[in-house]
């Protein structure tokens, strides 16, 4: 908990949030269209904490238990500081309870088992009194070529946001994507968008588009990207390898 470890943050996260808003305008949007999700998975509760300082407010996870034991201890280091987490990651059906006891909402739903599972969740954090409002759900989408990292293809999406709407503790955000390897990354996003014009016709509640990294985001925003999950660009490389 170094000051330099702070001073290196602010410096990474001011440079990200420029990139963030150059990005918007670049793409002729309006300011604050586009949220900054810092990914702190791999990090310590200490790096969560320097954020908060910062003024961050929103920060992605993808790892449970880790990631509700870290919220507690940052949350126990600052007491008066409300702040939202998502969980961006791969989540296992037996993992769902315990993700809903801290998450805002999951970017990563891919299957209708993990709809079930998250919407019995959800709804036993809130009759338990753990959680007042509902557990939000994008749906991850798979891009034409890459079934590896997860995701649903676009013709099962309709099927899936009809499964969400079947759980009253849950409510459907949005999309998600992960621009896939082998696909330039503006294409990809451009594909991606394309799906999600469709999508929102029948479901135009689900504004949220979670689409962008580190390394794509400018790609994100100009195909219309609401949230940016970025990681290695404000943390540093992460001390484990993963996805
Ligand atoms: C780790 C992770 C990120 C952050 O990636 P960076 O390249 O470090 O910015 C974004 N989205 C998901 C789903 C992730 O797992």
């Known amino acids: 908990?170094?000051?330099?470890?702070?001073?290196?943050?602010?410096?990474?996260?001011?440079?990200?949030?420029?990139?963030?808003?150059?990005?918007?305008?670049?793409?002729?949007?309006?300011?604050?269209?586009?949220?900054?999700?810092?990914?702190?998975?791999?990090?310590?509760a200490s790096d969560v904490v320097h954020l908060?300082?910062?003024?961050?407010?929103?920060?992605?996870?993808?790892?449970?238990?880790?990631?509700?034991?870290?919220?507690?201890?940052?949350?126990?280091?600052?007491?008066?500081?409300?702040?939202?987490?998502?969980?961006i990651g791969t989540v296992q059906r037996k993992k769902a309870r315990s993700v809903a006891r801290w998450a805002r909402r999951v970017h990563s739903v891919d299957s209708l088992d993990?709809?079930?599972?998250?919407?019995?969740?959800?709804?036993?954090?809130?009759?338990?009194?753990e959680r007042t409002s509902p557990l939000g759900v994008l749906l991850q989408l798979s891009l034409d070529g890459d079934p590896s990292r997860g995701g649903l293809v676009e013709a099962d999406l309709a099927d899936a946001a009809d499964r969400v709407a079947s759980h009253d503790a849950l409510s459907l955000e949005g999309l998600m994507v992960i621009a896939p390897l082998d696909i330039e990354a503006g294409a990809a996003m451009q594909?991606?968008?394309?799906?999600?014009?469709?999508?929102?016709?029948?479901?135009?509640?689900?504004?949220?588009?979670?689409?962008?990294?580190?390394?794509?985001?400018?790609?994100?925003?100009?195909?219309?990207?609401?949230?940016?999950?970025?990681?290695?660009a404000i943390m540093g490389p992460r001390p484990i390898l993963s996805l």
């Open 114 to 129: 993990l709809i079930d599972a998250f919407g019995g969740a959800a709804a036993r954090c809130r009759d338990e009194g």
């Open 1 to 44: 908990m170094t000051d330099s470890r702070r001073d290196a943050l602010s410096a990474a996260l001011s440079a990200a949030q420029t990139r963030v808003a150059d990005a918007t305008r670049a793409a002729g949007r309006a300011d604050g269209d586009v949220t900054l999700l810092v990914v702190t998975k791999f990090f310590p």
């Open 191 to 232: 594909q991606a968008a394309a799906v999600r014009e469709r999508f929102i016709v029948s479901h135009p509640e689900a504004r949220e588009f979670s689409a962008g990294m580190s390394g794509d985001l400018e790609e994100a925003i100009a195909a219309g990207s609401t949230c940016v999950r970025v990681g290695t």
């Open 52 to 87: 908060l300082d910062l003024g961050v407010r929103e920060v992605g996870e993808s790892r449970e238990p880790e990631a509700g034991r870290k919220l507690a201890e940052v949350s126990a280091a600052r007491p008066d500081v409300s702040f939202d987490a998502d969980m």
